[in-house]
Each structure stands twice: as C-alpha cells, then as structure tokens.
C-alpha cells in the first residue's frame, strides 16, 4: 500500500486566516481524497482530486472555501480559506489502499481560535 | 442511496474477552465492500479488514474478524482476545463499486471501546 505524509500533523490558527495542508504520496495514484472530521463525528467526504483536472466537491463544500491543488499524480494540496472556529476539525488525506480500501495520511488537527 | 449505521456509540470489554460491534448497511448496488477502520486518540485512521460482497467466506485478518450477513445487510466486527492497545474508535465503512463517479468510501458514526484491565 501507499504510504502518505501528511503536514502539518497540527496547527492552531486565528481567524480569518488560511491554512494549507499537504499529502505526499510514495507512489503515483490518480486520485486523492479529502476528509474531514469534526470533533466526536465520523468521517465526511470533502472533494475528490484528480491530477490535471479541477476537483470534485460533495454537497456542502465549495471551491471557495476549500481550493484544492492537485500539480501531479504524488502530491496534493487542501486549503482551508477565512477559517472560522467551526473549521476545527481533522483534516484527512486518502488514496486507494489495499482491497479497495483508502489509505489515510495521518491527519491534521486544526484549532481555530 | 448508501449509508452505514452503526448503533453503539460506546463499549466497554474486560482485557482478554471478544467483543462484537455493531454495523448494518444499506445500498441498492450489487457490488460493494465493507471495511472496518481503528481510529486511535493520534486521529490516524487503520486498515482493519475488508469483506466484498461476493466473497463467500467471512474475512479474518488475525484477531479481527468480519460476521458478514449479507441478507441482513450486516457487517460486524468481531474482535477476539481484546488487548489495552485495542482502545479506539472503531470506524464501518461502505465503497460502491459501480452506479457511483468517484466510488467514494462512506463511514459510520464510530464505536468508541474501551478495553479494561
């Protein structure tokens, strides 16, 4: 399976600001996945990134608000725009894993404050 | 439309017992799979097992195993010998393999166990 390093693993950010977070990937993969999680709740499905084209967000998220860069088939991109304290969350990255599954980044913990 | 429901919000097992949790499912597609994830308090998300829904035989991975009833559209994780270092959250989730553009994986609200000494 694919290995994935995820940065930053944490940050604590005022706001109105911006915060991006980046997946490297040890292996070329077509697409990238983007989760979020807030505190004591599962796992959603923020946009789906595909290199060379733009990516597919899910109901409720927008471009605007979560631009996501997706330069070549290792490495992607999520940025968390005009954060509000409602954006602290974990941040998740995937790629397709083992037996159809995801393999996750190990996340970014965001407080917004 | 997929969903995955997970009724136990919390568990609680003795160190070195099996315990069993929870997981139906509902999807119109014919194939698909299941997959259990752990989530310890680091918020990192592990590959526990995976059972597709041709497969026959129930999928074991070491002390995980997978109570697959398809016509009860239920997927339960066993876990067997519980150690302290099975504390976590424990996630179900659901891919469809066709019918859906991106194939996303859809996740459970979690179970939370903890194993007691």
């Known amino acids: 399976s694919a290995v994935i390093s995820q940065k930053p693993s944490r940050d604590i950010c005022q706001r109105g600001t911006s915060l991006t977070i980046q997946c490297q990937v040890d292996?070329?993969?077509?697409?990238m996945f983007w989760y979020r999680q807030q505190p004591g709740q599962s796992l959603t499905l923020i946009a789906t990134?595909?290199?060379?084209?733009?990516?597919?967000?899910e109901s409720g998220f927008v471009i605007d608000k979560f631009p996501i860069s997706r330069p070549n088939l290792t490495f992607s991109t999520l940025t968390v725009s005009n954060m509000s304290p409602e954006d602290s969350s974990i941040y998740l990255c995937?790629?397709?894993?083992?037996?159809?599954?995801?393999?996750f980044g190990s996340g970014t913990r965001l407080t917004v404050v | 439309a997929q969903k995955i429901t997970q009724t136990q919000p919390g568990m609680f097992v003795q160190e070195k017992e099996a315990v069993t949790l929870d997981c139906t499912y509902d999807t119109s597609d014919q194939s698909y799979g299941l997959f259990w994830y752990k989530q310890p308090s680091s918020g990192e998300m592990i590959f526990l097992i995976y059972?597709?829904?041709?497969?026959?035989q129930n999928a074991t991975e070491g002390r995980y195993s997978l109570n697959f009833q398809k016509a009860r559209k239920s997927a339960n994780l066993v876990i067997s010998a519980s150690q302290l270092g099975d504390s976590a959250m424990y996630f179900c989730?659901?891919?469809?393999?066709?019918?859906?553009?991106?194939?996303?994986?859809?996740f459970g609200t979690g179970t939370l166990l903890a194993v007691q000494p």
């Open positions: 292996s070329q993969v077509t697409m």
């Open positions: 990134a595909n290199q060379g084209s733009e990516a597919t967000y």
């Open positions: 059972q597709g829904s041709y497969d026959e």
């Open positions: 989730a659901m891919r469809e393999f066709y019918g859906g553009a991106t194939n996303k994986l859809i």
């Open positions: 995937s790629v397709n894993g083992q037996n159809y599954g995801y393999t």
